[in-house]
């Protein structure tokens, strides 16, 4: 029997009063009007003068369907010798936002955007963060470019950043460019319209493609961990769906690690301090070598991410529902990523599960404050003008980060459970195909597979084990603890 009495919780408040109770302030400090004030005064491009005019080229954006707050743009086009030659530009942030004014010392505390499903709390105000700093489409506006050829073995060689000027001529979409680039859907409108913009994206494809066989071949983590999102109708959560991976998501992120890594090698090579974004050579590699006993296969005794990456890609294949639970455990084991402080001519930790050793934060300013400092130091060796940072504040920086990025976790983590416990409310008495996904002191955990939610079975768990499967009945939710309560 499904419940029917009206049931109403404030999930916008709840994500409010999260934002604070893990150390964030969501409400912009007073001072912010007037400086958005100030900047909108002189929104018209300024201080061009001297930036290499690529608003010629075919730029495109490709990102969330909901996403206002572009940071990036891509343009390729093949060479003769049968490289691809791949441009990002990234927003110049740091054009609007001066270091020191109210604005940047409000998004120095928060460090990074929170996207909550239910109200994204920005760390530039949106003024900002989705009007003059977004690359919106046919917006002129001024970029840090990162440029990179990419062999056909997937090597990104011949790294180089630059100001530029660029106009976004067709903002994407995930879901639509990944269905028509794999062949399962139409291209999107804008696609259609235009064969140039047609070709320009399966050029992209080709170039990410090849990238991302070579970066496996090297010991990038094949992982699959589901990620949800709220369905929204009339300002409430009425559905849960699953975020698909595709083709358009994986070119993206090739392109940002091919990017990431240039920059990194480029403050690296020219003597400044930065900040980077490190997973470690994991610390409890013992315990990922005995989930592979438990499952038939045995991995080196010293981490080896080659190893890893094939057992996992062999798992996916044998298993592919319980893959998503094995690559979760897998990235509790590693360990959570963090920033710190690289010196120059000192070796980075790098970053275990992308298999690279130069990696740091810099194409997505509006949304992460590393990436807002990234592109400081990069503009200021570009104009050979003095670092705006001592190694003390770049160190201290990097700690803020990482501990506020913990913090934006297990926001985003409390939400989903609330939003998952409004939505089900109104399915109390429903029967659900489920997977127990964990069993300890605390009690019995399992996953319903649609749609994907995850609850504790306070009845009826008695001799279930990790991996069974399970007929679950729902029959309490708390939003307010985000609890979900099943019967098996």
């Known amino acids: 029997m499904q419940s029917s009495h009206a049931f109403h919780f404030n999930l916008v408040a709840a994500a409010h009063a999260a934002m604070i109770e893990h150390g964030f302030q969501p409400d912009f400090p007073a001072a912010t009007g007037a400086e958005l004030a100030a900047i909108k005064a002189h929104a018209e491009m300024a201080a061009v003068d001297g930036l290499k005019d690529l608003r010629g080229l075919l730029w495109s954006s490709i990102d969330n369907d909901t996403s206002k707050d ?62 003059i700093t977004s690359l919106n489409e046919n917006e002129d506006r001024a970029a840090l470019v990162i440029e990179f050829a990419v062999d056909q073995a997937g090597g990104a060689t011949d790294g180089r950043a630059y100001r530029a000027l660029v106009r976004n001529r067709a903002q994407l979409a995930y879901n639509s460019v990944g269905a028509w680039l794999e062949g399962k859907g139409p291209a999107p409108a804008k696609v259609s319209a235009r064969a140039d913009l047609a070709a320009q994206l399966r050029l ?92 038939g296969t045995a991995l080196p005794a010293e981490p080896d991410s080659k190893a890893l990456n094939d057992f996992l890609l062999a798992e996916k294949r044998r298993d592919p529902d319980h893959f998503p639970d094995l690559s979760l455990s897998v990235v509790k084991l590693m360990g959570p990523g963090e920033y710190v402080l690289v010196k120059p001519n000192h070796v980075s930790p790098g970053h275990f599960g992308l298999a690279v050793q130069d ?78 996904t964990g069993v300890n002191q605390y009690g019995t955990f399992v996953r319903t597979l649609e749609p994907h939610v995850e609850g504790m079975l306070v009845q009826g768990a008695k001799g279930l084990d990790v991996g069974d499967r399970v007929t679950a009945k729902l029959i309490s939710t708390d939003p307010e603890r985000g609890f979900i309560d099943f019967a098996a």
């Open 359 to 436: 990696y740091t934060h810099s194409t997505a300013p509006n949304r992460r404050f590393p990436d807002v400092v990234t592109q400081r130091l990069l503009k200021a060796w570009l104009g050979g003008k003095a670092q705006p940072y001592a190694e003390e504040a770049l160190d201290a920086i990097a700690l803020r980060c990482t501990e506020m990025e913990d913090a934006a976790r297990k926001v985003e983590r409390e939400m989903q459970k609330r939003i998952a416990a409004v939505v089900l409310h109104k399915h109390i008495g429903q029967s659900y195909r489920a997977i127990v």
């Open 204 to 295: 992209q494809d080709e170039a990410a493609q090849r990238m991302v066989g070579g970066r496996f071949q090297h010991g990038a983590l094949d992982l699959e961990t589901i990620e949800t999102r709220p369905v929204m109708l009339a300002g409430e959560a009425v559905e849960i769906a699953r975020l698909e991976k595709n083709r358009a998501t994986s070119l993206i992120e090739e392109f940002m690690v091919a990017a990431n890594g240039v920059i990194a090698r480029t403050l690296e090579q020219a003597g400044v301090a930065s900040i980077r974004r490190v997973v470690r050579t994991p610390k409890r590699w013992d315990r990922i070598v005995e989930v592979a006993r438990r499952l």
């Open 70 to 131: 572009l940071d990036q743009i891509e343009w390729a086009e093949a060479l003769p010798d049968g490289r691809i030659r791949v441009r990002v530009g990234v927003a110049d942030v740091d054009a609007r936002v001066r270091a020191g004014t109210a604005i940047d010392n409000h998004a120095r505390s928060e460090t990074t955007s929170v996207y909550t499903g239910v109200k994204v709390f920005p760390m530039l105000p949106a003024e900002l963060s989705e009007g």
